[in-house]
């Protein structure tokens, strides 16, 4: 375990992290976590189970194959190896399968603007960021709901850069008020990009949209050369409609991505009971099946093109129908895909964090946390959805930024575990206290220098007892919460886009922001 964490504190970034956390935005001065903690100590799945699902995904894959492939992927596929039935359907034979997988992209980063927030998300190394398109801002003050705006995008993408557990920031809610899909695909990508300088990720709506802003990235990277070099935007495809049909225009974005050498988020996200099986299991080879049709692709047309293992097997509510995001067999799902992503060597990348809860409440609380949890102990690379979701993905909440900020740092320190060795084991320690100390072991050395190096700190959570609490105003967590938001958005705007480049995109592209 030792070696574990000063391999991962060595990797770049971790000067920087740590004195983010010490500016006051985030958790508050610890070294107990970071980004990059190891998982993988959960595993609903067992060994056999694990080959079992990827048995039926092969026989999925082979005897049902998918529709609606485009010419371009039947040509490509069926080349290969591949067959096209007399009903359309594409067929990937086992063979076809397991020899592209062994040339599939492994072992990347994920790149950062600045690169001290690179991340690498191999092995069963955890970060935890947003995702999702929701349509609504939800006031927790005043109840209210109202549709997303851009300015809510870039303003949910500051809050993410400066908060130091959220490590990466895709696309939150959609800008409703732009409806025409080619200026929202640009204002997007820019919203993101221009409010962060972590990582990030967004989707697009054509390929034509994609290789317009691949230009505007160019311009922030200083060149096609310097970007090519160090992506720093994954693009997000939803390429299947489940169950097991493809969505042209979304191949068309992983064909240009594969052509623009930017990494893949890809991403089958069926919904159990109504186009995923309702079976847990049936729900996980499916979708496993569907993402490794798209892996199978892009490696074709680009071998060892970087791509993550995005299957997100959906629940229904099965008594209305209705997607439950909170649920605890939504934590099991994620679990188990991690373990299939793990199983290929490929990036895991799920959903966890979407409450059914419209506001942050009790139950927000508690399904954020064991989906949350359930992917960290899994090791899932990359736990999309962490924060400001609600009502399962339709809703975000800016202040419930700076709360999922504590939660997120509260489930890397459990997934972190126990450190232990002699130091931590603490035999000399006992000795110096009971025999010849005070008898207990506070101010001991041992304390206060385990005191930042085992303990987690959360920023707002309240810790003192409910007579203090009352005598300082019984001031309550969400109050606390809207404050924190509004000093962080009060604070001066990111400054790691140039002015001079800034005004230079504004002038070429239509940036609304």
Known sequence: MNEVITEIRRAGGRAARKKARQGGAGAGDTGAIWPGVEGGT??????????????????ILAQVGLRDATKRCVETVTGTGGQLTDDGRLLFPQTLVEDTLAQTGRGFPLYAQDPNYDLDPSSTRIHLGTSGAAVHIIDSETRQVRNSTLQDLYNMARLADALPNIHMFQRTVVPREIE????????TCFACMAGTKKPIGTSFTSAANLDEAVKMLHTVAGSETAFRARPFLCVSTCFIVPPLKFAEEALAVIE????????????????????SPAA???????QTAEVLSGLIYLNLLNPGHPALFGALPFVSDLRTGAMSGGSAEQGLLMAACAQMAQYYGIPAAVSAGMTDSKLPDFQAGYEKGYTELMSALAGANLIYEAAGMYGSLLACSLESFVLDNDLIGAVMRATRGIEVNDDTLSLATIKDVCIDGPGHFLGHDQTLERMQKDYFYPDLGDRTTPQEWHDQGAEDLLDRARERTRELLAAPLPTHISQEVLAQIKAEFPIML
């Open 42 to 59: 959960y595993r609903p799945l067992s060994k056999d189970d694990v080959e079992k699902v990827h048995r039926t995904a092969l026989d």
């Open 180 to 187: 025409d899909p080619r200026l929202m695909d640009l204002n």
């Open 256 to 275: 240009t991505a594969a052509d623009q050498g930017i990494p893949l988020k890809l991403v089958s996200a069926g919904q159990a009971g109504a186009t």
């Open 280 to 286: 847990l299991a049936g729900a996980v080879a499916l």
